[in-house]
């Protein structure tokens, strides 16, 4: 697991999810994507003494939105999010190749719209955050996992393949912070899907060490997810073989197999 950037910071609500503040460099303002709970974000803030200066959304599930209206009257600061899915109180809806200035937090994202989990979804990639760091920073909500996907709600199998497709083209050193720890169960979905992997192995037992210790798996980064995750690996040989077991001929295409693998893993 790559070291996490030491501007963003995670705050756990719910079973599983976390919820990430982005912390300027004078350590004194924050931004939140996806903020669920309010309860769990105004703690956090209070605790270390940071004011909120704006919202950020990934896709309408009131795990990731939950908090936007307290927290927005709280502190007058924008909203914003996608224009394609219906959310209350988005003041900067956003498109595909938009750009977000953030001038205040030093940050700077540009929008990739990844339907598929839900329809207008969207994930913010940023180059660098600040000077302190060169690797650009993933938020992609339930759209990537660390070596999972999201369920396809509202999207088709061709839709939530392109989406990913177009995350895993980020530079490999990207980090990836999605909104759910599920990466022990990924994980063991990962080694039904491609059994024989010596870098799945190594995350398998690297991920569990963590766990173990109560840590986050959660950033993962572009190479990895390349490397280990099944949604990403359609074009693996041994994918290829474990999906053909289960009745998926080797001429599938790859859009077919993305799909069986979605499908498989849903029964997993
Ligand atoms: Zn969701
Ligand atoms: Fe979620």
Redesign the pocket.
């Known amino acids: 697991m790559p070291a996490p950037h030491p501007r963003i910071r995670p705050v756990p609500a719910f079973r599983d ?1 976390y919820l990430w503040l982005i912390i300027d460099a004078t350590g004194t303002r924050a931004a939140v994507v996806d903020p ?1 709970d309010a309860n769990a974000i105004e703690r956090a803030l209070a605790a270390a003494s940071l004011s909120l200066d704006a919202i950020l959304l990934t896709h309408h ?1 009131a ?2 939105t939950g908090g936007v209206a307290a927290l927005a009257a709280h502190w007058g600061c924008p909203v914003h999010g996608p224009r394609a899915d219906p959310i209350d109180g988005i003041d900067h809806p956003l498109d595909d190749g938009d750009r977000l200035e953030l001038p205040a937090l030093g940050i700077d994202f540009e929008v990739i719209a990844v339907p598929g989990h839900t329809l207008g979804h969207i994930a913010y990639f940023g180059s660098r955050l600040g000077e302190e760091d060169p690797r650009g920073v993933l938020f992609c ?2 759209t990537l996992f660390a070596a999972g996907c ?1 369920r396809l709600f509202e999207g088709t199998p061709a839709q939530m393949h392109r989406s990913l497709g177009r995350l895993a083209a980020l530079p490999p050193d990207t980090l990836v912070y999605c ?2 720890e599920y990466t022990l169960s990924n994980l063991s979905f990962a080694s039904a899907a491609e059994p024989g992997s010596g870098a799945l192995a190594a995350r398998i037992a690297e991920a569990r060490t963590l766990r173990e210790r109560d840590i986050p798996t959660v950033p993962s980064a572009i190479g990895i997810e390349r490397e280990t995750n099944p949604f990403l690996r359609t074009t693996s040989p041994a994918v290829i073989e474990r999906l053909a077991e289960r009745g998926i001929p080797a001429g599938a295409d790859t859009v077919e197999r993305f799909a069986a693998l979605r499908a498989w893993k849903d029964e997993f």
């Open positions: 999810n669920g599930h795990d990731h909500g339930d999201g909104a759910h």
